[in-house]
C-alpha cells in the first residue's frame, strides 16, 4: 500500500524532499503526490515547499493505517454502516 510505503519512509524530524521520498519508496510523482496531500490534509505530516518541496511526519501522531483500525473497531458491524453510507 501506497500510504504504508510513504509513512515508514517518512522522519519525524528531518524534513524530506519529495525527490528522496520518489528514490526510498519507487512511487511515481502523481501517487507520492496523491499520498502526501492525503498525509497532509489530515494532518498526519507537514510540509514546506522552497524551491522543491519538503515533508515530515508530525509529532505524536499514529500511523494512519492504525487510525483506521482504531476507529473501524470502535464502529459497531462495520459492514452494515459502510453499506448503510453507501446507500444514503
Sequence with gaps: MSLEVVWKALSKRKWMSSG????????????????IGFLVGWDFAEERNSQELFVRRKD?????????????????????????????
Excluded: F
Design 20 to 35: 528522496t521520498l520518489k528514490q526510498l519508496t519507487g512511487l511515481n510523482d502523481e501517487t507520492l503526490s496523491q499520498v
Design 60 to 88: 505524536r501522531r499514529l500511523s494512519p493505517l492504525i487510525a483506521n483500525t482504531l476507529l473501524r473497531s470502535l464502529t459497531p458491524n462495520n459492514d452494515a454502516a459502510l453499506n448503510q453510507a453507501r446507500l444514503d
